[in-house]
């Protein structure tokens, strides 16, 4: 099972880029799909959530990201994805794509939550 992050890069503030969570040996749709980002000195922090598709693919927030990020799947494609517009400075990080089939009552906004892992990619926003 690996899942394989992509599409970071080096942008101006304002700009947009979207990242993919491509899967491979599981299927998305059976599980909760979540990114996580890590800036220098900082601890793993939660992004966005998209749960499987029988808990109607309900999407999750961090109130940082709210109305500027959206996170989406492609079934098709066994791929998440995180639309990130409006990029601001502070948006910076390494950001990793997790995923478990494993189901939480809550919002499962712990990184502990999940239990397989991409290897990152790194988006850097200039201002």
């Known amino acids: 099972v690996q899942l394989q992050a992509s599409g970071g890069g080096s942008v101006q503030a304002g700009d947009s880029l979207r990242l993919s969570c491509a899967a491979s040996g599981r299927t998305l749709s059976r599980m909760t799909t979540a990114w996580f980002r890590q800036a220098p000195g900082k601890e793993r922090e939660f992004v966005a959530n998209i749960r499987r598709s029988l808990s109607s693919s309900t999407t999750n927030y961090a109130d940082s990201v709210k109305g500027r990020f959206t996170i989406s799947r492609d079934n098709a494609k066994n791929t998440v994805y995180l639309q990130m517009n409006s990029l601001k400075f502070e948006d910076t990080a390494v950001y990793y794509c997790?995923?478990?089939?494993?189901?939480?009552?809550?919002?499962?906004?712990?990184?502990?939550?999940?239990?397989?892992w991409g290897q990152g990619t790194q988006v850097t926003v200039s201002s």
């Open positions: 997790g995923a478990t089939e494993r189901h939480f009552l809550g919002l499962m906004t712990g990184a502990d939550d999940y239990s397989l």
